[in-house]
């Protein structure tokens, strides 16, 4: 077969059939999932004067990237499935291999509309949904507001402050704790020098500046010997002051918020800060960005292979491989999530596994169906 085979009304004819057939598929996944508890909020909202009219449309529509990241290999493999099922029950299928057509050929046009797919998958995962979460958080008025806990360190790797905000919003803070630590350090702790507790504190670019602070201080020997009070004070300088800011900002978004550049970032900082536990859970979900998009093609394949099947043959045993293959992969994925996280295994290995496996069950109905 030569790599870039001369277009054929064969070639057309398929590729306008799995595609009406996936489109479909994308539109009733998209249904069902969206027609439960979602429409059925967003109504209650809009009934009750929360939301108006426009607003429900707005948040409903926000909703569709985050499905449609699910649903594109999901539609790739019931579309190729149903398509190549239905050729198999009209003979169509014996017509095309009677002429000469062998199977890489006849899939030919499916690896083109999953590629097709493939590329839309990954540019709404990346682009789409982090804008569609954005903007529902603004419509609904969401601004988040955590705890966080920011530790500077020296070389060695002792503390050197810590930093604990009980409240945060934008580049303002309130009830900002300091522990300043010395280099004093026990077999068992780190010696404190001074504790300030801040009302107010606010990120400066360059440094963080706290207001209306008292300070604790505690001489060498671990006493408290004092308190006083100071009007302002600055803390985390430079580069330190960057870091802890962005870290404090994205504690607060899930990792469907970020784009595909602002995650290698934050990537990036999280194994230079030393945060091995969201580094790996981070670095993992950063590979499922490439590689989720990728089983759209895996699927493709599979739907067809699931969609030969000989005269006399159950079908529907077919669909209910594809029904549960798909809930296999998204009931695994939280939990290749935890295996990344804590370091169980390579945040890698933990993202293309489900690829992988794939791949090994392509192989295996490959060789199933002698084709």
């Given at each position: 077969?030569?790599?870039?085979?001369?277009?054929?009304?064969y070639?057309?004819?398929?590729?306008?059939?799995?595609?009406l057939?996936?489109f479909?598929?994308?539109?009733?996944?998209?249904?069902?999932?969206?027609?439960?508890?979602?429409?059925?909020?967003?109504?209650?909202?809009?009934?009750?004067?929360e939301?108006?009219?426009?607003?429900?449309?707005?948040?409903?529509?926000?909703?569709?990237?985050?499905?449609l990241g699910?649903?594109?290999?999901?539609?790739?493999?019931?579309?190729?499935l149903?398509?190549?099922?239905k050729?198999?029950?009209?003979?169509?299928?014996?017509?095309?291999?009677?002429?000469?057509?062998?199977?890489?050929?006849?899939?030919?046009?499916?690896?083109?509309?999953?590629?097709?797919?493939?590329?839309?998958?990954?540019?709404?995962?990346d682009k789409?949904?982090?804008?569609?979460?954005?903007m529902?958080?603004?419509?609904?008025g969401?601004?988040?507001s955590?705890?966080?806990?920011?530790?500077?360190?020296?070389?060695?790797g002792?503390?050197?402050?810590a930093?604990?905000?009980?409240?945060?919003?934008?580049?303002?803070?309130?009830?900002?704790?300091?522990?300043?630590?010395?280099?004093?350090?026990?077999?068992?702790?780190?010696?404190?020098s001074?504790?300030?507790?801040?009302?107010?504190?606010?990120?400066?670019?360059?440094?963080?500046?706290?207001?209306?602070?008292?300070?604790?201080?505690?001489?060498?020997?671990?006493?408290?010997t004092?308190?006083?009070h100071?009007?302002?004070?600055?803390i985390?300088?430079?580069?330190?002051?960057?870091?802890?800011?962005?870290?404090?900002?994205?504690?607060?978004k899930?990792?469907?918020?970020?784009?595909?550049?602002?995650?290698?970032?934050?990537?990036?900082?999280?194994?230079?800060?030393?945060?091995d536990?969201?580094?790996?859970?981070?670095?993992?979900?950063y590979?499922?960005?490439?590689?989720?998009p990728?089983?759209?093609?895996?699927?493709a394949?599979?739907?067809?292979?699931?969609?030969?099947?000989?005269?006399?043959?159950?079908?529907?045993?077919?669909?209910?491989?594809a029904?549960?293959s798909?809930?296999?992969?998204?009931?695994?994925?939280?939990?290749?999530?935890?295996?990344?996280?804590?370091?169980?295994?390579?945040?890698?290995?933990?993202?293309?596994?489900?690829p992988?496996?794939?791949?090994?069950?392509?192989?295996?109905?490959?060789?199933?169906?002698?084709?």
């Amino acid at each position: 077969m030569k790599l870039f085979p001369k277009i054929t009304i064969y070639d057309r004819y398929i590729f306008k059939q799995v595609m009406l057939a996936t489109f479909v598929a994308i539109l009733l996944f998209t249904v069902v999932w969206i027609a439960p508890e979602m429409l059925l909020n967003t109504i209650k909202k809009a009934l009750s004067g929360e939301y108006t009219l426009k607003m429900a449309f707005v948040v409903l529509l926000c909703e569709t990237p985050l499905i449609l990241g699910k649903a594109f290999p999901v539609g790739l493999l019931l579309g190729s499935l149903f398509t190549f099922d239905k050729l198999s029950k009209d003979s169509e299928l014996t017509i095309f291999r009677a002429v000469g057509l062998s199977f890489k050929r006849i899939l030919a046009p499916v690896l083109v509309l999953s590629f097709l797919v493939t590329g839309l998958c990954f540019w709404t995962c990346d682009k789409l949904i982090p804008k569609a979460e954005n903007m529902q958080k603004t419509i609904r008025g969401i601004h988040p507001s955590t705890q966080y806990i920011y530790t500077q360190k020296y070389d060695s790797g002792a503390p050197k402050m810590a930093v604990v905000v009980s409240e945060f919003s934008d580049s303002t803070m309130h009830n900002v704790i300091v522990l300043d630590f010395s280099d004093k350090i026990y077999s068992d702790v780190h010696q404190l020098s001074n504790i300030y507790s801040a009302v107010i504190g606010e990120y400066k670019g360059d440094y963080w500046s706290l207001s209306d602070i008292k300070q604790y201080k505690i001489n060498r020997d671990g006493i408290f010997t004092a308190i006083g009070h100071l009007d302002n004070l600055d803390i985390l300088k430079g580069e330190s002051a960057k870091n802890a800011y962005t870290l404090m900002t994205y504690s607060t978004k899930r990792e469907r918020e970020i784009t595909n550049s602002e995650l290698k970032n934050y990537i990036s900082l999280l194994k230079k800060e030393g945060m091995d536990e969201e580094y790996q859970y981070m670095l993992n979900k950063y590979f499922q960005r490439f590689l989720h998009p990728f089983v759209c093609v895996l699927l493709a394949i599979m739907g067809t292979l699931l969609g030969f099947s000989k005269p006399r043959e159950q079908r529907m045993i077919g669909f209910a491989i594809a029904i549960a293959s798909i809930f296999v992969y998204y009931i695994t994925l939280p939990f290749f999530d935890l295996l990344a996280e804590k370091g169980v295994l390579h945040p890698f290995i933990t993202a293309a596994f489900p690829p992988v496996a794939f791949t090994a069950c392509i192989i295996a109905f490959y060789k199933s169906k002698d084709l």
